[in-house]
């Protein structure tokens, strides 16, 4: 079963503009993950947040994450054309499992 | 360095066939999963294995089996193929007890007629 959901399931913006993708999860966690994939094919890491942060930042990336709303957002600012593809959730749980659980992701397409 | 890399990228097999998918970690690297997408889905936990052993398993049938080598790299066996075993197959490999942060392959690409 799928435990996270992406939201929204797809999102066009011009270059230039910010890009927000919400995730929402059903159990307790211990890391929360967000991939880009392209067309497709293999899963990028773009950054892992764990349950006792709150924000967390790569690049033009900002990730947060409310363990009491099991919500985490990921923000691409000043995106590019280069960041089409479709941007996915992972979480594991407290349970101490290494299995990653997967939202349908969100499909966001960068218009030059 | 190398990432982790997955064989063959594409498969065409027909129903009731055998596939045998192979990937190899990243160096340094002592676990590997391997899940399942359909297309338009996200990734399914399929099982993951460490020291030659199964871990954990997801909700697949005894017909998906797979192995860890001692060099640390792994296959995908599915036996009795079915139309709905078409999917991307990714593997990802991590190290145990760090951030568990999973590095992913390019996947294998397989349909079944």
């Known amino acids: 079963s799928q435990q996270g959901e992406e939201d929204p399931q797809a999102l066009s913006i011009q270059e230039g503009e910010n890009a927000t993708m919400n995730c929402s999860y059903k159990?307790?966690?211990?890391?929360l993950q967000w991939y880009r994939q392209n067309s497709g094919r293999g899963l990028v890491h773009l950054i892992l947040i764990r349950s006792n942060e709150r924000e967390k930042h790569s690049g033009r990336l900002r990730v947060t994450l409310d363990t009491s709303k099991k919500s985490s957002s990921l923000l691409i600012t000043a995106s590019r054309a280069a960041d089409t593809a479709s941007y996915f959730c992972?979480?594991?749980?407290?349970?101490?499992?290494?299995?990653?659980?997967f939202g349908k992701g969100t499909k966001l397409t960068v218009n030059p | 360095d190398a990432g982790v890399t997955q064989s063959p990228t594409h498969l065409i097999k027909t129903r009731g066939q055998q596939v045998t998918l192979r990937c190899s970690p990243k160096s340094g690297h002592d676990t590997v999963s391997w899940y399942q997408q359909a297309l338009g889905q996200g990734p399914q936990f399929i099982f993951q294995y460490y020291e030659e052993e199964e871990r954990q398993r997801g909700n697949f049938p005894d017909r998906f089996s797979g192995h860890q080598f001692p060099n640390y790299s792994s296959e995908l066996n599915v036996n009795a193929l079915l139309l709905g075993d078409s999917a991307l197959y990714l593997c990802a490999s991590s190290f145990t007890g760090t951030t568990k942060t999973q590095y992913f392959g390019p996947g294998t690409r397989l349909l079944v007629l």
């Open positions: 992972a979480t594991d749980d407290q349970g101490g499992s290494e299995k990653l659980v």
């Open positions: 159990t307790s966690i211990n890391n």
